[in-house]
């Protein structure tokens, strides 16, 4: 099978046409177990159509997710709405930083539609920060997943957040038309955040976690980190510690990749074997799931994990 890298797959639309002019990025040579499979050519088409036709953004595009071509070439994409410009600035990310645009009222609509289009039994929506609107723009949010229940009732819906700091009452909106699972990213350590989250507050990230399971003792609740940024072994253990002491029950753990050179450089290539010794130690500090491979995102696999996880509860309620 053809293995190729991320840009091949999204050669038709560079994202950063001025990064674009930069040679490939990664300082350290890309290990095999990062390489990514060629997708059915006629499926991920077939996705990006629908996206295109309903004028959509998704997280996979302007993340620059390496699991571009196995994602949507099961018709799986991540939703990212409020637009495609963040008003954060974060050391890991490639989403565009600058003043985002209006609301468009008509997304939420085009969000279920696109769901329908698509034939989805699991959506993740996620969205830019948008620390400009009064509320964090957490009822654009809730209309979304509204939108989405009506138009596709049975499919289960997961939201990705930002943290909404400094945006008091946001969350008890965004909850009140309850998704299936609430995703919020801690993203790396705390040591870490003045280098690579700047603007956000680790604390305040697991209150909100907390906050989210509080209100809604049945919503299934996630987070995730990313490793390779300089964290050491003891912090992400500590890490984990503090989401089970939000009640955090799916821990998602994947490699960090710099997408262009600008930005935060990978400090080290995390092997599978250590991926996999830190799910068994996850495991055992009682997550219900933990996914955790170097190719782990926060939205890879969503679907069939949110049937791991109902499963895994009740495995549990019957124990
Ligand atoms: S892992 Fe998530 S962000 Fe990446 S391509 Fe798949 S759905 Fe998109």
């Known amino acids: 099978m053809t293995v190729l890298d991320r840009s091949d797959l999204l050669k038709e639309r560079p994202r950063h046409p001025e990064k674009a002019r930069l040679p490939d990025t990664l300082v350290l040579p890309k290990p095999a177990w990062i390489r990514v499979r060629a997708p059915g050519a006629h499926e991920f088409d077939a996705t990006r159509e629908v996206l295109r036709a309903h004028r ?20 799986h994409a991540t939703f990212m709405i409020m637009g ?21 009222p008509s997304e939420p609509g085009r969000v279920a539609s696109a769901v329908a289009a698509l034939g989805l039994a699991h959506v993740v929506v996620t969205s830019v920060d948008r620390d400009d609107l009064d509320d964090g723009g957490a009822a654009h949010f809730a209309a979304t997943v509204r939108a989405i229940r009506e138009a596709r009732g049975p499919t289960s819906i997961e939201i990705l957040t930002p943290d909404f700091l400094r945006k008091d009452g946001a969350l008890e909106i965004v909850l009140a038309s309850p998704p299936d699972v609430f995703n919020h990213n801690v993203e790396t350590v705390p040591s870490l955040y003045r280098r690579i989250r700047p603007g956000a507050d680790y604390r305040h990230s697991l209150r909100l976690l907390a906050s989210a399971k ?12 990313m490793l390779g940024l300089g964290e050491r072994n003891d912090e992400v253990l500590a890490v984990m510690d503090d989401m089970r002491a939000a009640s955090v029950d799916f821990l998602t753990i994947g490699q960090y990749l710099q997408p262009t050179r600008k930005h935060a450089a990978i400090d080290r290539f995390v092997t599978p ?44 309620l019957g124990a």
């Open 56 to 75: 959509l953004a998704t997280v996979c595009e302007e993340a620059a997710c390496p699991n571009i071509g196995e994602c949507w070439g099961k018709r």
């Open 84 to 104: 495609d410009t963040c008003t954060r600035g974060c050391a890991f990310c490639n989403v565009r930083t600058g003043r985002p645009g209006a609301l468009d």
């Open 214 to 225: 509080a209100l809604h003792p049945g919503l299934f609740t996630k987070s995730g980190i």
């Open 273 to 316: 074997e250590e991926f996999q010794s830190y799910k068994s130690i996850a495991e055992e500090k009682g997550f219900l799931l933990v996914a955790s491979s170097p190719l782990t995102r926060s939205s890879y696999h969503a679907a069939e994990d949110f049937a791991r996880l109902n499963a895994a509860r009740q495995a549990s």
